[in-house]
């Protein structure tokens, strides 16, 4: 066992190499007290979040444990700031895919109206034909940018990057594509039809 004074001694690669020998905790707390400060800034440039910054720098340091044990790393400061940028945009991701779910519940307040006698009239065998009809009778880059929007849950910036569309029409497309939509299933009586198929995307 190194002792504290010791430890304070070595470099990072050096403390490494030697919990790859033994796997003794205390290297990898001699880390943490290197690193802590450091993680905490690179989670808050990604996740700008004090709190959310804080569990980050923990659970960084719980993968750690595992990590420094199958990985070889030569530079520890370099290797750690990737860790630490894929740990915060693995968060991001999860939190965006419940966003874009959030918003795919909504979509009954945004488009529909169901009422009881609706209920009575759904036929499934033609809900994905009346979904293709309402779709299909929109402009294009309206229909492209609702489904890439709703059903592909891609991000207005994402969306920018496939179609080629500005920000602005991005908005505009999907905002006048959902009113446009709206009428269509109105006026071929598929509201809760296409309510149904949406939904069965979603589970």
Request: aromatic share 12%; net charge positive; with cysteine.
């Amino acid at each position: 066992m190194y002792i504290t004074a010791k430890i304070e001694t070595l470099t990072d690669e050096q403390i490494i190499e030697l919990y790859k020998k033994d796997a003794q905790k205390v290297f990898v707390g001699e880390l943490y007290k290197r690193y802590t400060k450091f993680i905490f800034l690179v989670s808050m440039k990604y996740l700008k979040n004090e709190e959310r910054s804080k569990d980050a720098v923990m659970e960084v340091f719980e993968k750690l444990f595992s990590d420094l044990l199958k990985h070889q790393i030569q530079n520890f400061k370099p290797w750690l700031h990737t860790v630490v940028r894929n740990h915060c945009l693995i968060l991001l991701r999860k939190e965006q895919s419940v966003l874009n779910k959030d918003k795919k519940f909504q979509i009954e307040q945004d488009l529909f109206v169901e009422s009881d006698e609706d209920l009575h009239h759904v036929n499934e065998n033609k809900t994905e034909e009346n979904l293709k009809e309402a779709l299909n009778s929109l402009k294009n880059e309206q229909k492209v940018c609702l489904e890439l929007f709703y059903l592909q849950e891609k991000s207005y910036n994402e969306i920018v990057d496939i179609t080629g569309y500005s920000i602005k029409n991005v908005k505009s497309y999907i905002q006048n594509g959902k009113r446009n939509l709206k009428i269509c299933l109105l006026k071929i009586s598929a509201i809760i039809v296409f309510l149904v198929y949406f939904l069965g995307k979603i589970w």
